[in-house]
C-alpha cells in the first residue's frame, strides 16, 4: 500500500491532511444532518472546513515528527464535539458547551437516559477512529509505511503558513459578525459548531450584564408588563399558618391530564384533584441543563436559571433570598426530601444556599424498593409523611416540605411490578408507552401521598402544590412512530408548545375555591403564589416571576429546550433568529381548549375508572357530572363553583361500568373524596371562558372572542398579535437582570449547613 517512492497522486490521496479531512467533513454533516437538517448543506461545508484545515495547517507547519500521531489526536478532539454536540441536542434541543464538562461527572448516574438517546447510525461517527486503531494496532508494516507516509512533507512551511493564516482568517469572518446573535443554533449553523466552541472558550462565554443598581422590583414589573399590584390581592393570606407541601413530579407534561388509552385514564388521581383544586393548564417549565435541581431552584427563589450551567453550580454559593427563608422568619420547620444522594447535582451546597433546615436523601430512605436512582416514590411519600406528621407534633410548627419524585425519570423503564396501566399492542416497545407507564406509576403512587396525608391528619389544614419539575418527552430525539401515538393521545401534532407546557396543581382544602386558571404561567411563578396565599409580603425581596391568582399577562424568557432569546407571552412561543425579524412563532393552545378535557367530562357526567390491579389503586377520576371547576381566565377570586363531590384518591375506586360513589364530608371542606367549598357563583358546571381582559383588566374587558390572554402588547381590537421586539428586548433584558443580581449577592459563606434529616432519626429505616 505504501511503496518506497509512491506516485505524486498517490501521495496526495493517502495523505493525512486529505484522509483526514475527507473524516471531518462526513462528521460535521453527520452533526449538521441531525441539528439543522441540511437545510443549508454548502453552509456547513463553508464553515466546517476552514476549521479543520487551520489546525491541519498547523499540523503540517509545527510537527516533524509523531505527524500521524497529531492528526489522529485532533480527529479525535473534532470528533468528540461533534458527538457531544448532536447527544445533547437530542435531549436539550441546544448546543453543547465546554461548560458541560464540569457535569460529566453525573453520566454515569444518567447512563440510561444516555443509551436512550444514542442511536444506531450516530455510531458512524466513530468509524474511521476504531478502524484506524485496529489496523495501526495490529499491522505493524501499516503503521510504519503510514507513519512514513505522513512524515514526509507534504506541505511545506511556504505553503502551510499562509494556508495556516488564510484558514483563520476565513474562521474570524465566520466568528464576529455572528457574535450577537442570541439564537445558539442559528449562531452555530453561522460559525460552525467548532468556532462556536472556540468563540466561547475566547470570550468566557460572552454573556451580558447590566448594572446592578438598574436592578429593582419596579424595572422588572415594568419590563413583564406588570400594572400596579392591587392593594388588596386576591386569595391574600388563604392558606396563611397551614403547613405547606410542594411536590414536584419528575417529566409530567401537562398533555397527560385528562386522557385516556382505550378507556384507561393515565391520571386518574391527579384528573380527581384537579377537580377540587386550583388548576394551571397554560403553566410552562423553564429550568435549565441542571433540569429537576434547576426547578427547585425556580421554585424557591423566583429567580431564573443560569446561562449554559446548572444553578447548583453556578449560584448554590450565593446566599440566595428564597420561600424557605422567608416561611422560617414566620415561624415555619422548613424541609426537602429526596431519595438520592445529596451530593447529585451539588444539592447539599443549594439546600444551604436556600437556607432549608434539613434535607432527607438516600441515607433517610435506604435502598427499600429502588426504581430509578433511589427508593421508589411510595416510600418517598410514606417516610416523608411519617416524618412530617412527627416533626409537626415535636415542634408545633407549621412546616414547609419539598417532596422530589424520581421513580419517572428518563428513560421510564420502571420494573414490571410498577407497571400499573395496561396498554394496548401499538404501544409495546415504544419510548411513548414506557413514559406513560411511568406517569400512570407516579399518580398511582400520588395518590398513596393523599391518603397517607389524610391518615396522618395533615390534609385538612394544609396549603399542596404539585407541578411537573421539566419535559419528560424531547421533540428533538422522538421517532415517527412515537409522535404518531402522541398525535392519537392528544388529537394534535406534539410540538414544542406541548413539550414545555407542565401542570400546577394548587390544593388548600376548605379554603380555595376549585378553578381552572387559564393565564400563563412558569415555575418563576410559583414562590410569588404562595407567598400570596400564606400571607407573606414580598416587599423588599426580589423576584422576577408574580402572583398568578392576581396577575394575567406574563412574559417568559426561556433559555433551555429552546435557544436563547426565546420567550413565552400570553398567546404564542417566540424562537428568534438571527434577531427578532427572522424569528418564528407557535401559538399556545387557546383559554378554552387548555381546560377543554375537563369542561367535556363536567358536560358528559363521565365516572371513574379504576387503574391497575393492586389493591390500594387509586380511584380514577371523581363523578364530573359532579364537579364544580370554575374556568377562570382573569385575574381575581380564583374561581366560580358550586359544591362537587368527588372519588377519593388513594382508595380503591369502582371497577369499569359501574357508577362511583359519591363521598361526602361537612360543607367549606375541600379534598379527595370530601365536598368542595362552595364558589362565589353558585354554578354546578364550569364557567364558560370569558375573554381575557389586559393588564389589570377583568375577565372580558378587552379580549375578544378565542384570545389567548392580556398583554401590554395587545391591540385595542382585542384580535391575537404577534410577539413583538419590545418583548423580545425586554425579555433579554430580564434574563440579564437575574443573572447580574445573583452575582452581587453575598456567599454562603456565613449561611448555616442543612441538617442531615436522617441523623436526627435513628429509626428512618427502621421499617
Known amino acids: 500500500m505504501f511503496e518506497e517512492q509512491p506516485s505524486r497522486a498517490k501521495r496526495f490521496w493517502l495523505s493525512p491532511f486529505v484522509l483526514f479531512t475527507v473524516a471531518l467533513v462526513f462528521k460535521m454533516y453527520l452533526a449538521a444532518y441531525v441539528i439543522y437538517g441540511l437545510e443549508h448543506p454548502w453552509l456547513t461545508l463553508m464553515t466546517g472546513l476552514p476549521t479543520v484545515w487551520a489546525a491541519f495547517f498547523l499540523i503540517e507547519l509545527l510537527a516533524r515528527r509523531r505527524k500521524l500521531m497529531a492528526y489522529l489526536i485532533v480527529n479525535l478532539l473534532f470528533t468528540a464535539i461533534y458527538f457531544a454536540v448532536i447527544m445533547y441536542y437530542k435531549y436539550f434541543g441546544i448546543i453543547v458547551t465546554y461548560h458541560a464538562l464540569s457535569q460529566a461527572g453525573q453520566v454515569t448516574e444518567v447512563k440510561g437516559s444516555v443509551f436512550q438517546l444514542l442511536h444506531p447510525y450516530f455510531m ?51 466568528i464576529w459578525p455572528h457574535r450577537g446573535i442570541a439564537n445558539e443554533l442559528v449562531q452555530t449553523e453561522r460559525m460552525g459548531i467548532v468556532n462556536y466552541e472556540l468563540f466561547l472558550i475566547a470570550t468566557g462565554g460572552n454573556e451580558s450584564f447590566v448594572p446592578v443598581s438598574s436592578v429593582t422590583q419596579a424595572e422588572i414589573d415594568r419590563l413583564k408588563g406588570l400594572p400596579q399590584p392591587a392593594a388588596e390581592p386576591a386569595s391574600f393570606g388563604a392558606a396563611k399558618g397551614r403547613n405547606i407541601i410542594v411536590v414536584q413530579l419528575e417529566a ?20 380527581a384533584l384537579i377537580r377540587e383544586s386550583v388548576y394551571f393548564p397554560r403553566f410552562y417549565q423553564q429550568a435549565g441543563s441542571g433540569n429537576t435541581s434547576d426547578a427547585e431552584f425556580l421554585t424557591n427563589t423566583s429567580l431564573y436559571v443560569p ?44 439546600y444551604r444556599a436556600l437556607g432549608f433546615d434539613r434535607y432527607y436523601d438516600t441515607e433517610f430512605f435506604g435502598d427499600e424498593d429502588v426504581v430509578a436512582f433511589g427508593a421508589s416514590d411510595e416510600v418517598l411519600y410514606r417516610k416523608s409523611v411519617q416524618e412530617l406528621a412527627k416533626v409537626r407534633e415535636e415542634t408545633g410548627k407549621p412546616f414547609y ?3 422530589i419524585s424520581m421513580s419517572s425519570h ?17 404501544y409495546d416497545d415504544s419510548f411513548v408507552g414506557d413514559y406513560l407507564r411511568a406517569q400512570n406509576y407516579t ?16 390534609w385538612e389544614n394544609s396549603l399542596l402544590v404539585l407541578y411537573g419539575d421539566h419535559m419528560g418527552l424531547p421533540i428533538y430525539s422522538l421517532t415517527e412512530e412515537d409522535l404518531r401515538l402522541l398525535e392519537e393521545l392528544d388529537g394534535r401534532k406534539y410540538d414544542s408548545s406541548q413539550m414545555l407546557n407542565i401542570p400546577l396543581i394548587v390544593t388548600a382544602p376548605g379554603a380555595l375555591a376549585p378553578a381552572v386558571e387559564t393565564g400563563i404561567g412558569g415555575q418563576s411563578d410559583i414562590m410569588p403564589t404562595i407567598a400570596n396565599l400564606a400571607g407573606l409580603s414580598l416587599d423588599g425581596q426580589l423576584h422576577f416571576g408574580q402572583d398568578l391568582l392576581n396577575e394575567r399577562a406574563n412574559l417568559l424568557p426561556e433559555r433551555y429546550y429552546l435557544p436563547s432569546g426565546s420567550f413565552i407571552n400570553d398567546r404564542e412561543i417566540f424562537i ?30 363521565a365516572g371513574a375508572a379504576a387503574s391497575g390491579a393492586e389493591g390500594g389503586d387509586a380511584a380514577g377520576a371523581a363523578g364530573a357530572g359532579d364537579a364544580a371547576t ?50 362565589a357563583a353558585g354554578s354546578a358546571s364550569p364557567a364558560a371562558s370569558a375573554a381575557p381582559g389586559g393588564p389589570g383588566e377583568p375577565s372580558g374587558a378587552a379580549g375578544g372572542e378565542g384570545s389567548l390572554g392580556g398583554s401590554a402588547d395587545d391591540r385595542s381590537d382585542g384580535g391575537p398579535v404577534s410577539a413583538t421586539q419590545d418583548q423580545f428586548d425586554r425579555a433579554l433584558k430580564l434574563l440579564r437582570m437575574s443573572d447580574s443580581y445573583v452575582r452581587s449577592l453575598p456567599t454562603t459563606e456565613g449561611d448555616p449547613a442543612p441538617v442531615n434529616g436522617a441523623a436526627t432519626d435513628s429509626s428512618a429505616n427502621a421499617d
Open 307 to 350: 446561562l449554559r450551567v446548572p444553578a447548583t453550580q453556578a449560584y448554590s454559593g450565593r446566599s440566595l433570598p428564597s420561600l424557605p427563608k422567608l416561611l422560617e422568619r414566620e415561624g415555619y420547620e422548613t424541609m426537602t426530601f429526596h431519595t438520592n444522594d445529596v451530593s447529585f447535582w451539588n444539592r447539599s451546597e443549594l
Open 443 to 458: 399518580d398511582y403512587a400520588l395518590g398513596q401521598l393523599i391518603q397517607e396525608l389524610k391518615d396522618e391528619g395533615l
Open 124 to 174: 458512524l461517527i466513530f468509524v474511521d477512529i476504531v478502524l484506524s486503531w485496529l489496523l495501526l494496532g495490529f499491522s505493524k508494516r501499516l503503521r510504519r509505511g503510514w507513519q512514513r507516509a505522513a512524515n514526509r512533507r507534504f506541505i511545506g512551511w511556504r505553503l502551510a503558513l499562509p494556508g495556516f493564516v488564510l484558514a483563520a482568517a476565513a474562521c474570524l469572518a465566520l
Open 410 to 426: 428518563h428513560p421510564y423503564n420502571i420494573p414490571e411490578r410498577k407497571v400499573k396501566l395496561d396498554l394496548p399492542e401499538r
Open 630 to 679: 370554575a374556568v377562570n381566565a382573569g385575574s381575581g377570586e380564583p374561581g366560580a363553583g358550586g359544591s362537587s363531590e368527588a372519588a377519593g384518591a388513594g382508595q380503591t375506586g369502582p371497577a369499569a361500568g359501574e357508577a362511583p360513589e359519591r363521598a361526602t364530608a361537612p360543607g367549606g371542606s375541600s379534598g379527595l373524596g370530601q365536598k368542595a367549598a362552595t364558589g
Open 576 to 605: 428568534p433568529g438571527t434577531g427578532f425579524g427572522d424569528g418564528s412563532r407557535l401559538e399556545l393552545p387557546s383559554a378554552e381548549a387548555a381546560a377543554g378535557w375537563l369542561a367535556a367530562a363536567v358536560e358528559g357526567g
Open 401 to 403: 416540605s419539598m417532596l
Open 252 to 271: 409530567l407534561q401537562n398533555f397527560l391530564i385528562g386522557k385516556s388509552v382505550d378507556g384507561k385514564e393515565i391520571t386518574p388521581n391527579l384528573n
